[in-house]
C-alpha cells in the first residue's frame, strides 16, 4: 500500500503545482478516486504538454485518476458556479498546497443561485427520462423494436444533457451519445470505458443507438434486432440509474455548503447606478419617444438593458417599430396603419458574446422582436455588402454603443449583388416550399394523414419564410421557429402575418397546429391536428403565398431601379472624366 503524499510532493517538484485535491465519487457499483491538480497561474506551458509528466508521477497510484485544470480556468468555472468543481474543492479534499491566490468563495445567495439552475436543468430531464423510457417499454412489447431503441436514446440523451449542464455546467447540443459519453469522460474516466474502441462489438452498438435518432425520427428504413435492443437496454439502465443518484447527492452536499455559506455583509454603494461604469445607457430618438407612453418607454428601456448585459451586446440598432403606424426600415413597405394595439419594436443586437438565437420579447405594454448577430459575423457581411446590414447600420436608428467602441463602417451598397442573392434564395427557397407543399398535399389525399400533411405544410411555410425574409431585408434567419419568422415578415408587410393572425379562433388554432406539428407529429407531446385546423390552414398559407410573391415582385422592381439609378449616375460621372481627359490630351499634342 503506497502512500499518496510523497507521490505527490515529488509531482509538485516535477510541474507547477498551485493546489492538488482528492476527492471519492460512486460509480454504479464501485468507488472511485480522482485527484484534481490545479497548475499555476504563472505557468506558461499547455496542459497537455504537462500531462505525461502528471502520469509519470502518479504511476505508482492507479487507482487515482486525475484532471489538470489552469487556475485561472478552475476560477472561472469556480465564479460561474460549476457543481462538479464547487463540491470537488471543498477544503476537507485539499492534500496539497503550493500557491498564494485564494479561491473564490461563493455565497449563500450565489449557491442557492447554483441549486436552482442545476434543478431546471436536471429535473425537467428526469421527468422526461421516465416517459421516454414507458416509452421505449411500450414499443417493445408491441415488437417495434426500431421505436423503442429510439426512446431509449432520447431517455439516454436527456439523462446525459441533464448532468452536463446541471454538474459540469457544459451544454453539448449534440444528439449523438457518443459525444457525451467523450464530454461526460472527462469528468468521469468510466464513461469513456463503456463503449471502448477496443472492443468492436459494443462500439458497434453505441452506433446502432445513435443512427436511430436519425432513422426513426427521419422514417427511413431501420431494422433492430431483439438482442441489440436488449444488450443495449441492459448497458444504459445502469447508467441512467446512477446518473439519477449522483445528480442526487451532489445535491445533498450543496445543500450542506449552503448552509455553512454566509451572505457578505452589506456594503453601502459608493457609485449609483448611473455612474457604474457597466450601467447600459439606451437612448431612444424623439420621435419613438413622442409615440410611446412613459410605462412603455420604461418597459421597452427595461427590456433592452437585460438583452445587452445577458447577451454582451455592444450595439443596438432600431430596425423599425409599429407604434401609431408602420416605420420600418425596407425597401417595400405596404404603409398601412399597424394593425396590433400593442406597440412592436425591431431592434438588431451585435455583440461578440451574443451565441443565442434572436427571439421576442413580450411584455404587457410592449413587443419587441431582437435580431441577434455576432460582431464577426457582422464584420464579414459587411464586408460580403451584404444589404441587410448596410441598411441596418446606415438608416437605422442607434440605440446603444459599448463604451470605447466606435460605429461600424459602412460600405457602398452593390445593388446588383443584392439583387442577384435575392432573387437566387427565393428562387431556391420557393422550390423547397412548394415540393413539401406537394407532398403534404399527397399525404393528405393519398395517405390520409393529417398529421404528416400538418408538419409538411409547416416546414414549406418555414422555407418560404426564410426565402421571402432573404428576399425581402436581405436578413439570414438563424432558427425556424413559424411564430417567429411570421414577426420578422411583419417587417416587410403587416399583411403577411395577419394572414394567419386575423383575431378568429378558427385561424388561432390553424396556427397553432402548424406550430406545434412537429411536437405532435414526432412526440406525441400536443394534441394531434384536425382536419379543420389543416384546412384552415392550408387556405391561409395560399393567400401567405400569393402576398409573398407579390412581395418579392416588388422589391425585385425596386432593385432594378436602383441598379439602373447607379448605372446612370456612372454613366454621368464617367463623362465629364472622359471628357477632360480629350482635352487633356489635346493641348499636350504637338502642333495645337
Not at 438588431?348 to 413587443?367: A, C, D, F, N, Y
Not at 464584420?379 to 448596410?390: P, R, T, W, Y
Not at 446603444?400 to 460605429?407: A, D, I, K, M
Request: some cysteine; aromatic content about 8%; overall charge neutral.
Amino acid at each position: 500500500m503506497h502512500i499518496l503524499q510523497p507521490i505527490l510532493d515529488k509531482l509538485a517538484t516535477k510541474i507547477p503545482v498551485d493546489r492538488i485535491f482528492e476527492f471519492e465519487y460512486p460509480f454504479i457499483d464501485t468507488t472511485a478516486r480522482r485527484l484534481l491538480i490545479v497548475v499555476g497561474a504563472k505557468c506558461q506551458v499547455a496542459v497537455k504538454t504537462l500531462e505525461p509528466m502528471a502520469e509519470l508521477c502518479l504511476a505508482e497510484a492507479p487507482e487515482h485518476s486525475f484532471d489538470l485544470i489552469p487556475y485561472g480556468e478552475l476560477k472561472t468555472a469556480l465564479n460561474n458556479g460549476s457543481l462538479y468543481y464547487l463540491l470537488a474543492c471543498r477544503e476537507p479534499h485539499l492534500r496539497l498546497l503550493s500557491g498564494k491566490k485564494p479561491l473564490p468563495i461563493l455565497s449563500r445567495k450565489q449557491l442557492e443561485s447554483v441549486r436552482t439552475k442545476a434543478q431546471e436543468h436536471y429535473e425537467k430531464g428526469r421527468v422526461k427520462q421516465l416517459d421516454f423510457l414507458d416509452g421505449m417499454h411500450f414499443y417493445r412489447e408491441k415488437g417495434n423494436h426500431a421505436q423503442a431503441l429510439f426512446m431509449l436514446h432520447q431517455a439516454a440523451e436527456l439523462t446525459f444533457r441533464g448532468i452536463e449542464n446541471a454538474v459540469f455546467k457544459r451544454d453539448r447540443p449534440s444528439h449523438g451519445l457518443q459525444e457525451h459519453l467523450r464530454l461526460m469522460g472527462k469528468y468521469i474516466p468510466e464513461f469513456a470505458e463503456l463503449f471502448p474502441k477496443g472492443e468492436p462489438h459494443y462500439f458497434r452498438l453505441l452506433k446502432l443507438i445513435d443512427q436511430s435518432y436519425t432513422a426513426v425520427r427521419y422514417q427511413r428504413n431501420f431494422d433492430v434486432e431483439p438482442e441489440e435492443l436488449d444488450q443495449l437496454y441492459q448497458k444504459l439502465i445502469p447508467l441512467l440509474e446512477w446518473c439519477n443518484r449522483y445528480y442526487d447527492q451532489c445535491m445533498r452536499a450543496l445543500e450542506l455548503l449552503i448552509n455553512k455559506a454566509v451572505d457578505p455583509a452589506p456594503v453601502e454603494p459608493v457609485i449609483t447606478p448611473d455612474d457604474s461604469p457597466h450601467a447600459i445607457k439606451i437612448t431612444l430618438p424623439e420621435p419613438l419617444s413622442a409615440e410611446l407612453a412613459i410605462e412603455q418607454a420604461k418597459a421597452f428601456n427595461t427590456i433592452l438593458t437585460g438583452v445587452a448585459k445577458r447577451e454582451a451586446l455592444d450595439y443596438l440598432i432600431l430596425l423599425g417599430h409599429e407604434i401609431s403606424q408602420t416605420k420600418k426600415l425596407i425597401r417595400y413597405t405596404s404603409d398601412q396603419p399597424a394593425s396590433a394595439k400593442m406597440g412592436h419594436c425591431y431592434v438588431l443586437g451585435i455583440g461578440s458574446g451574443s451565441t443565442s438565437k434572436s427571439h421576442t420579447i413580450v411584455h404587457p405594454l410592449i413587443r419587441v422582436t431582437v435580431l441577434l448577430c455576432a460582431a464577426q459575423h457582422t464584420k464579414h457581411a459587411l464586408e460580403k455588402k451584404n444589404h441587410f446590414f448596410i441598411q441596418a447600420l446606415s438608416k437605422g436608428t442607434t440605440l446603444y454603443v459599448h463604451e470605447g467602441l466606435q460605429p461600424l463602417s459602412v460600405p457602398e451598397p452593390d445593388w446588383s449583388l443584392a439583387l442577384e442573392k435575392s432573387r437566387a434564395a427565393w428562387k431556391y427557397r420557393k422550390y423547397k416550399a412548394d415540393t413539401y407543399l406537394q407532398c403534404a398535399q399527397l399525404a393528405r389525399n393519398q395517405r390520409k394523414d393529417i398529421g404528416a400533411a400538418t408538419m409538411l405544410v409547416a416546414q414549406s411555410l418555414e422555407q418560404l419564410c426564410i426565402g421571402l425574409i432573404y428576399a425581402g431585408i436581405g436578413y439570414r434567419v438563424d432558427q425556424c421557429n413559424i411564430p417567429f419568422l411570421l414577426q420578422v415578415c411583419n417587417l416587410i408587410s403587416p399583411e403577411l402575418a395577419e394572414c394567419f393572425v386575423t383575431g378568429r379562433d378558427a385561424d388561432k388554432d390553424a396556427l397553432k397546429a402548424l406550430a406545434n406539428s412537429l411536437n405532435a407529429v414526432r412526440y406525441k407531446k400536443e394534441d394531434a391536428p384536425t382536419d379543420t385546423d389543416l384546412t384552415t390552414a392550408i387556405a391561409n398559407y395560399d393567400r401567405f403565398r400569393t402576398h409573398a410573391a407579390q412581395v418579392c415582385e416588388s422589391v425585385f422592381e425596386y432593385l432594378d431601379g436602383l441598379v439602373a439609378s447607379t448605372s446612370s449616375n456612372v454613366v454621368q460621372e464617367a463623362r465629364p472624366a472622359e471628357a477632360a481627359k480629350t482635352e487633356i490630351r489635346s493641348e499636350e499634342t504637338p502642333g495645337h
